[in-house]
């Protein structure tokens, strides 16, 4: 696989106490369906799988996911594995714009990208998290590569491809509203857009005055042209590993994570609802969102000896003793996080829990 470029970078963050900056590195590589930008933190861990994040439309790794990354008690979990950041083609900073008639690639062969990343730097396993067109993306890729995949964090996931009412609905929004104006409708509610928060001014900057918007707009509708991931619960179709799946109580996207939810093995999926976190929880809510991943990393036998989180404290005695007896992977339980403190109500392993956090 042929290097196209290497660009040692420093992540530009404020550092806690005692930190270093954390060094980085930018590649490219060539595949079938055109060139992939990715950056790469930290080194591998002997028999750990790396990060891999892929972000939503009209964001780039860094606008999507530094809130997390960045968050303090996500450092713990840096430490123990390395990342992979991969921006979709001409989403990187300073991308030139495609050539007009360019052929954006579909979804699905973006999935079918992850394989020449992942053999350049010689990987053979990863933890997928992904947000919105990224979380499909990972998802397909998962479908078609299921020994490569050890666990998947989706945010904000629709495994459906548009039906004719949403295309109807996308054609008559097209004519009134301007492409960013249509990608701020996919990354936020109204309520948040309405109420024009300093993020939203932040992140509507960032959409409206993007210099690659034309390229956005490509990535845009490869996304509106997804296909079905025709996922079955107890079919041939489904995820072999553990999955997470993610939405904030306001989002645009609740129906059809709830949607996909239904479709997924209860015994291998959790499901987090989070309150008051809009459309972006990892932007709005990096702290929850942080102590949920480390309680299903540990879930799947890493980080055992990690100190325990808010959320993981919150859990009672019966559930930690199951997953000690179960000593796999297989809880199924739904986080829908309230304002309100609480604990998990204790029942049998396989069902599904609510819990308020």
């Known amino acids: 696989m042929a290097e196209l470029q290497e660009v040692p970078i420093t992540e530009e963050k404020p550092l806690l106490p005692g930190q270093t900056p954390e060094a980085a590195k930018t590649h490219s590589v060539e595949t079938p369906y055109g060139s992939v930008t990715f950056t790469v933190y930290g080194t591998p861990k002997p028999k750990r799988p790396a990060i891999l994040t892929y972000h939503d439309v009209g964001l780039n790794y ?182 997470m799946l993610v939405v904030g109580d306001q989002a645009p996207h609740e129906d059809a994570v709830v949607e996909c939810n239904s479709k997924l093995d209860p015994t291998q999926t959790s499901f987090l609802k989070m309150a008051d976190s809009g459309g972006q929880p990892q932007l709005t809510q990096p702290g929850k969102l942080t102590e949920a991943f480390k309680y299903f990393l540990q879930g799947m036998g890493y980080m055992a000896s990690s100190c325990m989180t808010r959320l993981s404290r919150s859990r009672t005695a019966s559930l930690t003793s199951a997953a000690s007896i179960d000593g796999n992977r297989s809880r199924s339980r739904t986080l829908s996080q309230g304002s309100e403190s609480g604990t998990l109500p204790s029942g049998p392993p396989g069902h599904t829990m609510e819990v308020s956090c």
């Open 62 to 243: 860094k606008s999507c996911f530094q809130p997390l990354f960045q968050f303090g008690d996500m450092q713990e979990i840096i430490q123990n594995f390395v990342r992979v950041h991969v921006d979709a083609p001409g989403m990187e900073e300073g991308a030139p714009v495609f050539p007009v008639g360019y052929q954006y690639p579909s979804l699905d062969q973006l999935a079918d990208m992850i394989p020449c990343i992942l053999q350049y730097l010689n990987f053979s396993s990863i933890i997928g998290v992904g947000v919105g067109a990224g979380a499909y993306i990972l998802s397909r890729y998962a479908l078609t590569h299921p020994d490569t995949v050890e666990g998947l964090v989706l945010v904000n996931i629709d495994p459906n491809a548009k039906g004719w009412m949403d295309w109807a609905a996308h054609k008559l929004t097209g004519l009134t509203s301007s492409i960013p104006e249509m990608i701020l409708g996919h990354l936020f509610s109204q309520e948040e857009l309405s109420g024009n928060s300093e993020l939203i001014q932040k992140y509507r900057n960032i959409v409206m005055h993007a210099p690659n918007l034309d390229n956005i707009e490509l990535y845009w509708n490869s996304y509106n042209n997804r296909r079905d991931l025709n996922l079955e619960r107890g079919g041939d179709i489904t995820f072999r590993c553990p999955v």
